[in-house]
């Protein structure tokens, strides 16, 4: 039986690792941290979340909730333990960040079939008779490392710049300002909520559209990923794009005024402790100074302590449409698998998925056997499809440069029959039934 090398100790790299290693597997996972360091993690640990603790909705019936559901009965295992770390959190799914990572890594560490190198891997063994290579190096992947997928894929990565939100200490957040509620009185009333007027709302905008930025360095082309634009590129948008985005007070009535504010920014538990929120949606690549100055017109933050300020980082991913298999084997090397957001999935629940349907697919592989596909139905499945086929589905256009890593939502999940769409207009229902279609073909590929 063949052995697997698993390359990356994010997200997607260690759910591989364990599913593997569950299936009988010998499995060694690299990971270079601390050895070497990127410019956007902080900690050398297993599974750290970078940019944000939440891992999205956990409203049934809802595509985010299908993909977790999925992982769940398949047997998951970093979703098992995100729901064992969930801080509250309205009706989405956020984790105590280091707990997290924590209770990944006694996973890791202790699975007898697993063993745990710190070294920076800079070669792929493409054609090894005893080795299959996941690939699940994330979107930071170092420059050698790089060059070398290059040199194999003969083709150009693409590269979009995704960004950190900031952090603040939630004892010097003015509580009298603002107040606790969920949109729409979803799930419990976990967020924090800050309300503008319209003109704290000016004030405001006009500060974030004159702030300086972090300067572009040579090699730098800032071409910013559409689903996290930084807040202020998106303030220079027009005057109310913000309110329509990452500040939209709908469904937010405020308790002292019986109405939604102006505008208001949520702040989101960043821990078990509750000692430290997020700023849902602000990412940011304003240079600090701006950042302390600009972020502490928001009200109930005027005297705040930011225990971590909003950063750029470069992302990195495949040419997947041309590149990958629906096994997420390269086409010219199928011993190598690439999972996670090096593969062309964007967000933590969707990386995590990659990287489970890698770790299945390399253990078929390592037994011989012929991996199937995730059914197309299932949102594995569905998004799976996207990243090998966006350009048939009109996603590229015959462009490499058009392709785009993309969340699960149920565009990418097949409609319901013509006939069923006609008869069923509420999208919920639509929805709902989606789900349940998906879930049982799921179970079906599960048990074959």
Not at 141 to 166: C, K, M, N, V
Not at 242 to 248: A, Q
Not at 294 to 310: K, Q, V
Not at 435 to 445: F, G, I, Q
Request: charged residues 25%.
């Amino acid at each position: 039986m063949k052995k697997i090398k698993v390359i990356g100790g994010g997200l997607a790299g260690p759910e591989a690792a364990l599913q593997a290693a569950n299936a009988g597997c010998q499995v060694t996972l690299y990971e270079m941290r601390p050895i070497k360091s990127t410019e956007a993690h902080q900690t050398s640990d297993f599974a750290e979340l970078v940019c944000s603790n939440s891992l999205k909705s956990e409203s049934e019936n809802t595509a985010p909730w299908l993909l977790k559901q999925e992982m769940r009965l398949a047997g998951g295992a970093l979703i098992r333990e995100a729901g064992a770390t969930a801080v509250p959190a309205g009706h989405a799914l956020a984790v105590d960040r280091i707990a997290f990572s924590e209770r990944v890594a006694v996973l890791l560490v202790t699975h007898p079939n697993i063993t745990i190198q710190r070294e920076e891997v800079t070669t792929l063994e493409e054609d090894s008779e005893d080795t299959l290579t996941i690939l699940a190096s994330g979107p930071l992947t170092s420059a050698p490392l790089t060059a070398e997928l290059q040199r194999l894929t003969g083709a150009d990565h693409l590269a979009f710049y995704d960004s950190i939100a900031p952090i603040v200490d939630a004892t010097t957040i003015n509580m009298d300002r603002v107040y606790m509620a969920a949109r729409w009185d979803k799930g419990t009333a976990d967020y924090i909520n800050c309300p503008f007027t319209k003109e704290e709302y000016d004030v405001f905008l006009d500060a974030l559209i004159d702030s300086q930025t972090v300067e572009e360095k040579q090699w730098e082309k800032l071409d910013y990923f559409e689903g996290c634009l930084p807040i202020e590129v998106t303030a220079r948008r027009g005057r109310d794009t913000l309110r329509f985005g990452p500040m939209k007070p709908a469904g937010l009535t405020d308790p002292k005024t019986g109405r939604w504010p102006y505008a208001c920014v949520q702040l989101r538990q960043e821990n078990l402790r509750a000692d430290s929120y997020n700023l849902v949606g602000f990412q940011n690549h304003i240079k600090f100074g701006d950042q302390q100055r600009i972020l502490r017109l928001i009200p109930g933050l005027e005297n705040a302590t930011f225990l971590r300020y909003g950063q750029i980082h470069r992302n990195t991913y495949i040419h997947a449409p041309s590149l990958l298999t629906e096994t997420l084997q390269l086409k010219q090397h199928p011993n190598i698998l690439i999972a996670g957001q090096l593969s062309g999935v964007e967000g933590y629940t969707e990386s995590i998925a990659s990287g489970m349907l890698a770790g299945r697919y390399a253990a078929a592989l390592a037994h011989g056997q012929t991996p199937t596909p995730a059914p197309r139905e299932s949102a594995h499945g569905s998004l799976m499809h996207y990243i090998t086929h966006a350009e048939d589905m009109g996603g590229g256009k015959g462009k490499a440069n058009k392709f785009q890593p993309a969340n699960i939502t149920f565009d990418l999940i097949p409609p319901l029959e013509e006939e069923l769409r006609k008869k069923i207009r509420d999208k919920k229902e639509r929805h709902r039934l989606q789900c349940d279609r998906a879930l049982e073909a799921w179970n079906a590929w599960l048990t074959a």
